[in-house]
């Protein structure tokens, strides 16, 4: 049995709502790490704390289907933002379209406002909040693009002044990556 993840800052690093919820496995490199969208309750916990789903009925109306559609959307960002981070090749339509169809599909689970806020009914609804932010990151990007975790692959925006950032966190790849170079540096 899995225990269902318990959310906290250290996920929310990314400095962007699609890409924290592109950041729910334990990591993207070497390999795929574990999900952390372990269950329907741990979806619904992560809407709520990231500020999509307040609403804390939202736990009991994540359903099976809901989940599988989290994972492809993650999925699919995932496509989009590499190559994006990559600089060198025209995003992947078809995962683009991807995109496009999920916010479709969930579009009238929103609110969208005329000044450019939404705000989500329904799980569905989330999940259109999370893909609509994605699209709109990668046709505007900022100054510095999307940028992932050295070590990870977690991504991230680089926001830092002198603008060198290579971990998600200095708390866990930074702290690893200096203790590994102190342990190849020692004779
Ligand atoms: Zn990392």
Not at 31 to 44: K, M, N, Q, S, V
Not at 96 to 101: E, R, S
Not at 112 to 118: A, C, E, W
Not at 127 to 148: D, E, F, K, S, Y
């Amino acid at each position: 049995m899995t225990t269902a993840t318990e959310w906290g800052e250290d996920h929310f690093i990314a400095g962007h709502l699609a890409l924290d919820f592109a950041n729910t496995v334990y990591r993207r490199w070497p390999e795929t790490g574990a999900d952390l969208f372990t269950d329907t309750d741990a979806l619904a916990a992560w809407f709520a704390r990231a500020g999509v789903l307040p609403d804390n009925s939202a736990r009991a109306r994540v359903t099976e289907t809901t989940l599988t559609e989290a994972r492809t959307l993650r999925a699919l960002l995932w496509t989009v933002l590499d190559v994006h981070r990559d600089g060198r090749r025209p995003l992947p339509t078809d995962a683009f379209a991807g995109l496009l169809d999920t916010a479709r599909h969930s579009v009238t689970d929103l609110t969208l406002r005329p000044d450019g806020s939404t705000s989500a009914h329904t799980p569905r609804g989330a999940l259109a909040v999370v893909t609509l932010a994605g699209i709109m990151l990668v046709l505007n990007p900022p100054p510095r693009g999307v940028r992932a975790c050295d070590r990870c692959g977690w991504f991230f925006i680089d926001s830092s002044r002198g603008r060198r950032r290579r971990w998600c966190s200095m708390k866990t790849c930074g702290n690893q990556a200096k203790v590994a170079r102190h342990r190849s540096a020692r004779p």
